[in-house]
């Protein structure tokens, strides 16, 4: 839908404005955020407003119940609390991922809207992880990696609401485990696309073009500028199941393309980055 693309980047922007604002985390950045997340989708009244309804939420492939939020007279109360202990010493020493983690949680609990609860929860975790320090959004996107397997996100978030309806006596740790995976999951991609780039660009450098390499001959080219050279057998070592051969393969490869040399002619000879 382009509303929808349209209000995610109005978000994305409001997000890194909430960011530098001075002072804690507060409810009406929460509503500013469903305000610009819903707008020209919902009716008008309910566009930043608090629920006064009863909501329950079931999973579209099977209709069956996954959440039954508290009572709407509750909301305003949860949230106040929530944003308490979100401002307090105490949330302050736990590290950001968690926090954020946690956030999403209780939020996703509360469910403080009768429409676009979701999109507007991951901003605001977004928020959290962004003033804590984690300018993730600029790289990947939580919302993305919870729709590609929307079942193990509810799974996680249902197993600890079974736990019991007071939601100050649940174990977040199921829910914590799961997000924290997804965030160290997306930073790993990032970190795997910052080696290769940072490979392709060194050897652009060298030799003057791009230069296509598999991913075996990346790690070896990695390994090689990492310990200065190598012999066949530390090369062995990092790839315990594949054949002398198949690394000899690899080594001639870089070799007749001028990213590394052979010093020696012996089993004891050493491969060594071109300068």
Known sequence: DVQEVINYRDVMKLVDELAVKRGGYDIQSLLDIHRETVKKIVPEEKIGILRKSQVVIKEESTGNIVLEPPPSIEVPYLLEDFFEWLNSGEASEVHPVMK?????????????????????????ANLVLLR?????????????????????????????????????ARDLTPWLEYFCEVVAVELAKIKEKVRKL???IKLKGKIGEQVALTERQM????????????????LKGLYKMIS????????????????????????????????
Do not use: C, W
């Open 219 to 234: 790690r070896l080219v990695e390994y090689l500028s990492e310990n200065g050279s190598a012999v066949m057998q530390d």
């Open 132 to 168: 804590e320090g984690y300018d993730i959004k600029r790289y990947f996107s939580l919302e993305e990696h919870f729709d590609s397997d929307l079942a193990a996100h509810y799974e996680s978030l249902a197993s600890v609401d079974r736990q019991s309806r007071n939601i100050a």
């Open 100 to 124: 954020a983690g946690i956030a999403h949680y209780i939020l996703v609990t509360i469910h403080p809207f009768v429409e676009g609860n979701g999109r507007t929860i991951r901003a605001f």
């Open 198 to 200: 940072s490979i392709d």
């Open 244 to 275: 002398e051969d198949t690394i000899l393969r690899d080594i001639t490869g870089l070799i007749d393309k001028g990213i590394i040399k052979k010093e020696g002619k012996t089993k004891a000879a050493r491969y060594i980055v071109n300068k």
